[in-house]
Each structure stands twice: as structure tokens, then as C-alpha cells.
């Protein structure tokens, strides 16, 4: 993401994790030390179009971090490798490292949603006052096939338009995105999901093609460990998290309750 795609209220953060700095961005001032934190991991490493929802996040009164992993937002070595879990478990250790006192929802888009899976069974071996919202998660299992994958493609951004794409962060990230692709095709989110201890909600588009209703429900029903799960369609298509920003938020504010509640 270049600089002057930054509006002057999204502030940037450096944090040094296991020797390598993650990028992060926010939204204001951080307001609470205590209250939940919401974490964002955004889909195919393009941090951009998230920023909508991290803003209606702090209307909330939540703070919001975008994670900028696996580094496509800036210039800056990437300090992890472009695949689903090695995205995820970055993802867990920045929170340990950042917020290891204070509730947390971790809420991933698209491929970031796969890794965002990772994030909250790598965190819930250590915590309890967590919760894990997957939006728009693929791949589901008839579209793990590029010829099918892409035949979705058009259909999935329905709703969806160019002004939501940073143009610098595709150019740097043009090959690691080709590499988080493959990442998720070779993914199971419906087998690993069965193990996540904490509560869930899964959510998409109405008319995101990558996540069709039986698709939804089925990572709704193979997650048996998680104590609650909310299953929900909100507006738009793939990318709603730019184009229903206030919807997902709302979603998310119920997650932050359902990981306050666990912290007791």
C-alpha cells in the first residue's frame, strides 16, 4: 500500500516478531488497552479493501488492526512467506506479542480466512477470550481447480468493483499472490475447523460465487469443538468487507461479545 493511499487518519505500526517486523494498520488512536481488539487478516495478502470495515469497526468503539501480512502493503521485506499457515501462525504471534491481555476477535477474509483458522487454533491453545470470525472463506471443495475456480471468478465479484484494489500492492505482491493462491486450493478449512475450540461465526456475500450456501454450512456443522457458531449472509459479493462495511462490522461486534464472554 503506498503512502498516499493512506488517509491521514490510518496510522501505520512496526512490531518486531521473532526477529522479523510486521506491519499493521489502524484506524485513529488505540483507545482501550482492555477492551476487545479486533484483528484483521485480509484475503490474498491486499490489505486495501479492509480498511472500510476497520474503520466502522472504531465507530463501534473498537479498536481494529489490519495486518499487512505477508507484506504486499508496503516496500518492506516480507516478513513471512506467502501460504496460508505460515500467514496464520504470524498472525497468532503478533497478537501474543501485541495483545496477549485483552479479548480478541480474529477476523479473516477469503484466503484470509483460511489463515485466519490458523491463527485461532494456533491462539487457542494459550487463551480463552477469543473468538474467530471467518468471512468469505474458500475454497469450497468443487472449486479447488483453477478451471473451476475461475469459471466462479466472475459471478463471485458481482458486486464488486475496481476502486477496491490498491494497484501498488498487486504489482508487489504479483507473485506471492500466485503462491497464497495454490496455498488455499490445497487447503481442507472443513477438517481443520472441527478442532477450533472457541466461539465462530462464518459469513459471506449474498452473491459471493466462492461461498455458496452448502458451503457455509457445512464449515458451520464440521466445526463440533466450537462452543457457538453464527452462521450468517450479509449484502454484497466477495469483497463485502468493502462494500458492507457497517453489516460486517455489526457481525464482528457480536463476535467481540462472544469473546468476552469466554474470557469469563
Known sequence: MTRSRLEPNIREHLTTVRGRVVRSLTVGEQRSSTAPLVVIVPGLGLPFYTLPTARALVTRGFDAAVLDLPGFGSSRPWPTRPSIHAIGLTAARWVEATASRRPVVVLGHS??????????????????????????????????????????????YR??????????????????????????????????????PVPLTVTAGVHDAFVPVPWLDRLALSASSAPSVRTSLLGGSHNNLFTHPDAVADLVALAAEDATRSAG
Do not use: C, K, M, N
Not at 477470550?129 to 472463506?137: D, F
Not at 475456480?149 to 466472475?154: C, F, N, Q, R, Y
Not at 494497484?167 to 478442532?195: C, F, K, N
Open 159 to 196: 458486486d464488486d468493483g475496481p476502486a477496491e484494489v490498491d494497484p501498488a500492492e498487486l504489482y508487489r505482491g504479483r507473485t506471492g499472490i500466485v503462491a497464497i493462491l495454490h496455498s488455499g486450493l490445497r487447503d481442507a478449512p472443513e477438517q481443520r475447523i472441527s478442532r477450533l
Open 111 to 156: 484466503t484470509g480466512a483460511q489463515a485466519a483458522l490458523t491463527t485461532g487454533l494456533a491462539l487457542s491453545a494459550r487463551r480463552r477470550a477469543l473468538a474467530v470470525v471467518l468471512a468469505g472463506t474458500t475454497f469450497a471443495p468443487e472449486q479447488r481447480r483453477l478451471w473451476r475456480l475461475a469459471g466462479a471468478t466472475p459471478l463471485a
